[in-house]
């Protein structure tokens, strides 16, 4: 399971370091794309191929669910670790999430969000977020 908060920097060529405990999980080859709320996900090849096969039953009569495929798969790229536990964060991926020098990676069970410190930081402000806010949410839930 993927999970944690972890601050790292950016390269001026693009690459970060993973942490080490999501490189065991990811792999040495995982998926990277456009996620929601301005970040980045990657994900493990196996969750990946897990995730195709729930998308592909998206109806393709539907332009939100063929938006969302577009703008999910056009985005995804496969990265792969080198010796010194980088990735190399595309350009277009880079510019998408505003990833500049400092970026936080966390850990959400499947899959890991790369954050650009501004954006987490905001998130983590939103009101909407607050832990009484959430803790009702998982009553709602059965949690």
Not at 11 to 26: A, M
Request: some cysteine.
């Amino acid at each position: 399971m993927l999970i944690g908060e972890y601050k790292h920097v950016v390269d001026n060529k693009g690459r970060v370091t993973l942490p080490s405990k999501f490189r065991e999980e990811l792999g040495e080859k995982f998926i990277l794309t456009k996620g929601l709320d301005n970040c980045l996900f990657g994900y493990s090849l196996k969750e990946w191929a897990v995730l195709e096969e729930k998308l592909k039953k998206l109806p393709l009569t539907s332009k939100d669910a063929r938006a969302f495929l577009r703008f999910f798969f056009a985005g995804a790229c496969e990265c792969e670790v080198d010796k010194q536990g980088r990735i190399l964060i595309p350009q277009n991926l880079r510019e998408y999430a505003n990833l500049q020098k400092e970026v936080f990676i966390i850990g959400v069970m499947t899959r890991i969000e790369i954050w650009s410190e501004e954006n987490w930081q905001r998130e983590m402000a939103d009101e909407s977020l607050s832990v009484e806010k959430i803790a009702q949410k998982m009553e709602e839930l059965g949690i």
